[in-house]
């Protein structure tokens, strides 16, 4: 600073540098009242996609449940067919290798509709993981 500007700093009026300096300090509250603003908007927002997120993954992990309990009670139809189907194909009542083939291919059928069941539930829960 030369020795004019610090004579003309020192010259003005008080009402002149104070309007000069409430100006700035105007400008400064209004951008930092902006920038409070913006952080917490990016809180709010963090907040609600980890919510978000957070029910995502509760509602896939009970999906998972969900289907690890069908997955358990298929099987338990797989083992009941099994052996029903040794009852029925063996029993004294089957008299023809062809009523035990078609006895095996209705128990086959039936076994393989389950699996695609369980193949189809399997794709879904891959295709929605979180």
Do not use: C, F
């Not at 003005?12 to 409430?22: H, L, T």
């Amino acid at each position: 600073m030369t020795n004019s500007d610090s004579e003309l700093l020192s010259s003005e009026k008080p009402s002149v540098k104070k309007k000069r300096y409430s100006g700035l300090l105007l400008t400064i509250t209004v951008l930092l009242a902006l920038l409070l603003t913006v952080e917490v908007y990016q809180v709010v927002a963090t907040y609600q996609q980890n919510k978000l997120v957070e029910e995502r993954a509760s509602a896939y992990q009970t999906r998972v449940e969900e289907a690890k309990e069908l997955v358990s009670r298929q099987q338990t139809i797989i083992m009941g067919l099994l052996s029903d189907y040794e009852e029925t194909a063996y029993g004294s009542n089957v008299d023809r290798i062809a009523e035990q083939q078609l006895i095996a291919t209705e128990y086959t059928l039936t076994a393989l509709q389950i699996i695609a069941l369980q193949n189809s539930q399997i794709i879904e829960l891959l295709a929605n993981a979180p």
